[in-house]
């Protein structure tokens, strides 16, 4: 009788639950949380209890309480972008989540885009970073050609930093260009005018595929003051662009609602006939929520990473320990387990979808050298054959249609005179091509520091990932904040020395504080994310959820392009 084969590819735990060391990661990273949900609080507050109070004076609903409205009972947005503009433009009073709520969520059982305009901001203006996050969210929804549903109520764009918002490339008139570039691809989007809607803002509803609007709301390129002062022409704004005028005379808007709550009810019923887009190519298989779940509680995640950003280069944890609470029953067919041991590769299932996995292990390693030596290779830091364990691994996943998840905890690639002799470039080169040809779906979760030139070879933000997620323990930069700062003072005090002045230690600690801060500050992912480097911070406990939405975005699109890679270093 043949004996049964069984795999042994279930991951096991070595964490301790009740070792110091993980209660004070814990400890520490549950203030940082804390602290960072009290300010997403804030931020979720918009222009503030006053502000809202004026819009409902309007008879209408905030941004946020008409995504309650739009989203199914019992869903949550997964909200993208909401630290836009964290920390900027304070001399207009600031521009909280850049007066617009973007993010993914459940319509009539479907996934869409939302993007609605928070009117206690502003009025809804278009600030810079205003631009840019809805540019990024018509991104995505592009790429991933998911159903795409505008709530607009928006004073057009903020004219004190016009000039920051109109003329260029990837300013407020790509939207547009956006817009018709999605409905020539077979992107559904659907707007619903809520409010203002005035300039040239008001082409981006009637370059939708449908358009609703409430009563009271206005649609015009210029509003009945700029008319009487251009033309000498006095009419009202109802006659100008109303509702009314709109559904009957110029026939622009599609469906005229009498107020938002009805406005929603419209739109969730438009939502609900559109049609499934045939084509499936990514391997999914059924998937039970309990029987499939991991076999480790994922809030154990808590305590593997020290959230202190001096820490950030220098954490040692197992980062299958990380694998193992967000795949389906913790199992993991790992890729060349024994060879290039710092990136770890492997197959494995989230919520029944197939997935590849390049992750940095931050557990020094050890590795046999070239000349048959055994060395010891630092976590987190990429080494020749690591880099080609990695660009191969991509390579197989994209010839067989496998979407891929990079985990970042990565230092860089390693430097010195071993490492050049090994060829790093020519190894390092070979996996940043394999990762900039790649046509699968790509997302990037920055777990723990992402600096230099590792950052890009782990499908940093310009390698196209579809989404790009960051923990609170996120650090990235083209150095440390350590590591720059004594980099810098070096110089700093050559330059110095040269013009004969000698400082004293305490001089030169002072300008490395000064110097680590900054770096530190910059790298810290709410810096990020205010700039929209990072998509969204995330509960580190939620990874697994938020992946699972997020390939399903990804599934959505069933056209994959033909895989080139191209010349490769050899």
């Not at 260009?177 to 005018?193: D, E, W, Y």
């Not at 990473?305 to 609470?325: Q, S």
């Not at 530190?520 to 709410?526: F, I, L, S, V």
Request: proline share 4%; aromatic share 8%.
């Amino acid at each position: 009788m043949v004996e049964e084969l069984k795999l042994e590819s279930v991951l096991e735990t070595k964490l301790d639950g009740k070792a110091a060391r993980f209660a004070a990661n814990r400890a520490a990273l549950v203030a940082l949380l804390g602290g960072m949900r009290e300010q997403e609080a804030v931020i979720r507050e918009g222009g503030g209890a006053k502000a809202a109070e004026a819009q409902r004076a309007k008879g209408r609903l905030t941004a946020r309480e008409r995504l309650a409205l739009l989203l199914d009972e019992g869903t949550e947005l997964m909200e993208l972008g909401l630290w836009a503009a964290h920390g900027m433009y304070e001399e207009f009073g600031g521009a909280p989540g850049a007066g617009v709520v973007t993010g993914l969520g459940r319509v009539s059982g479907r996934l869409c885009m939302i993007v609605a305009n928070d009117a206690t901001v502003k009025a809804g203006a278009f600030f810079p970073m205003t631009a840019k996050k809805v540019l990024r969210a018509q991104t995505i929804a592009l790429e991933n050609r998911i159903p795409t549903l505008y709530l607009v109520d928006s004073a057009g764009v903020f004219l004190p930093l016009q000039e920051d918002v109109f003329p260029d490339q990837d300013d407020f008139g790509r939207v547009f260009r956006n817009n018709a570039v999605m409905s020539a691809l077979g992107v559904p989007q659907i707007t619903a005018i809520m409010g203002m809607c005035v300039a040239g803002g008001a082409y981006l509803p009637v370059m939708t595929d449908t358009v609703l609007m409430t009563e009271g709301s206005g649609l015009f390129l210029a509003g009945p003051a700029l008319v009487q002062a251009a033309i000498g022409q006095k009419t009202s704004a109802e006659e100008l662009g109303g509702a009314t005028m709109h559904a009957e005379i110029s026939g622009t808007v599609d469906f005229k609602e009498p107020n938002d709550h009805l406005c929603i009810a419209r739109l969730r019923s438009l939502v609900s006939k559109i049609g499934e887009r045939p084509g499936a190519p990514f391997s999914v298989v059924p998937y039970d929520a309990k029987k499939d779940a991991p076999r480790f509680a994922a809030e154990e995640m808590y305590g593997l990473i020290d959230p202190d950003p001096a820490k950030a280069a220098t954490n040692v944890y197992d980062m299958h320990e990380v694998i193992a609470r967000i795949v389906d029953r913790s199992e993991f067919d790992e890729y060349k387990a024994d060879f290039g041991r710092t990136v770890l590769c492997g197959y494995a299932r989230i919520g029944g979808r197939a997935v590849g996995i390049v992750a940095n292990q931050k557990v020094h390693q050890q590795q046999i050298a070239l000349d048959g030596s055994k060395r010891t290779e630092f976590g987190g830091v990429v080494y020749t054959e690591s880099a080609q364990k990695a660009a191969r691994f991509i390579m197989d996943c994209n010839q067989n249609l496998v979407p891929l998840i990079f985990l970042h905890d990565v230092n860089g690639f390693m430097v010195g005179k071993d490492a050049e002799w090994s060829g790093i470039i020519r190894a390092g080169a070979k996996m940043v091509s394999a990762v900039s040809t790649s046509v699968v779906p790509k997302i990037t979760v920055i777990v723990g520091g992402s600096f230099g030139a590792g950052h890009y070879a782990m499908c940093g933000k310009a390698y196209d990932p579809r989404f790009v997620f960051a923990w609170p323990t996120a650090r990235y930069a083209v150095m440390s904040g350590a590591s720059a700062a004594n980099t810098l003072v070096e110089v700093r005090v050559k330059q110095m020395e040269r013009g004969g002045k000698h400082l004293s230690e305490g001089e030169k600690k002072a300008i490395f504080d000064e110097i680590k801060a900054t770096y530190d500050a910059q790298a810290d992912p709410r810096y990020g994310a205010a700039r929209l480097w990072i998509d969204a911070i995330i509960d580190p406990k939620q990874t697994r959820e938020v992946l699972m939405t997020a390939l399903e975005a990804c599934a959505l699109n069933p056209e994959v392009a033909k895989f080139n890679p191209g010349v490769l270093q050899t």
